[in-house]
């Protein structure tokens, strides 16, 4: 299904369209949400923590999945790579649930985040990549993968309730240690590295705010 298939953006300019439909999302009950690109000699220094110093937030992962396209115009396909389910698990073992967002479209601007698909990676065992497709014609929008199977998603009703469960309140300065810990998971691979990025893959973390 994959085959000779090609995106026409890249993950930061789906990240612009999916972030704010995640905040929106998370604060529908009134928690306050600072979406950060993880800096450690940033949002990660001495003068960070002594700012935020006394609050209690929730870590949210999010990795946003471009769509691909090729030569079939009734299919949008996705992908998340092995390396996304490797981090979630050991994020998840911090307290951290990652979540994968795919927006199915042809162009720019087809990208809608209003029917974005959320995927939980945080309860995934297997270290593998996984294929989907959508068809473009297909009412219930499910994600299928190439044997007709469907991915599942959660819906955007349940998505901030889920991952609340899954999530764990901890101090600002323990989630800068976390999110410190976890960039070897990703930053150093090197089977994917850019000489552009310095890493191939590097999640959007969204801070909740506990109420104290």
Same mark, same amino acid.
């Given at each position: 299904?994959?085959?000779?298939?090609?995106?026409?953006?890249?993950?930061?300019?789906?990240?612009?369209?999916?972030?704010?439909?995640? =905040?929106?999302?998370?604060?529908?009950?009134?928690?306050?949400?600072?979406? =950060?690109?993880?800096?450690?000699?940033?949002?990660?220094?001495?003068?960070?923590?002594?700012?935020?110093?006394? /609050? =209690?937030? /929730?870590?949210?992962?999010?990795?946003?999945? /471009?769509?691909?396209?090729?030569?079939?115009?009734?299919?949008?396909?996705?992908? =998340?790579?092995?390396?996304?389910?490797?981090?979630?698990? #050991?994020?998840?073992?911090?307290?951290?649930?990652?979540?994968?967002?795919?927006?199915?479209?042809?162009?720019?601007? #087809?990208?809608?985040?209003?029917?974005?698909?959320?995927?939980?990676?945080?309860?995934?065992?297997?270290?593998?990549?996984?294929?989907?497709?959508?068809?473009?014609?297909?009412?219930?929008?499910?994600?299928? /993968?190439?044997?007709?199977?469907?991915?599942?998603?959660?819906?955007?009703?349940?998505?901030?309730?889920?991952?609340?469960?899954?999530?764990?309140?901890?101090?600002?300065?323990?989630?800068?240690?976390?999110?410190?810990?976890?960039?070897?998971?990703?930053?150093?691979?090197?089977?994917?590295?850019?000489?552009?990025?310095?890493?191939?893959?590097?999640?959007?973390?969204?801070?909740? #705010? #506990?109420?104290?």
């Amino acid at each position: 299904m994959a085959k000779n298939s090609t995106s026409f953006m890249n993950e930061r300019s789906l990240e612009y369209v999916v972030v704010p439909e995640l =905040i929106k999302i998370l604060s529908v009950n009134g928690n306050l949400v600072a979406p =950060i690109f993880f800096w450690k000699s940033r949002e990660g220094e001495a003068r960070s923590a002594n700012a935020h110093n006394g /609050r =209690i937030v /929730r870590v949210v992962a999010l990795f946003a999945r /471009r769509p691909k396209i090729n030569e079939d115009p009734n299919i949008v396909i996705g992908k =998340i790579n092995w390396q996304l389910i490797n981090f979630a698990i #050991e994020a998840n073992s911090f307290g951290i649930p990652s979540v994968a967002a795919f927006c199915a479209g042809r162009s720019l601007f #087809e990208i809608d985040p209003a029917r974005a698909h959320w995927i939980a990676l945080w309860g995934k065992k297997e270290v593998e990549d996984i294929h989907f497709y959508q068809h473009t014609h297909d009412k219930s929008q499910s994600l299928l /993968r190439d044997d007709g199977t469907s991915i599942a998603t959660i819906s955007k009703a349940t998505l901030a309730q889920s991952l609340f469960a899954a999530s764990e309140p901890m101090s600002f300065t323990t989630a800068i240690h976390r999110m410190d810990a976890l960039r070897p998971f990703l930053t150093n691979n090197p089977y994917y590295f850019n000489s552009f990025l310095s890493g191939a893959y590097k999640p959007v973390y969204l801070l909740i #705010e #506990e109420p104290l």
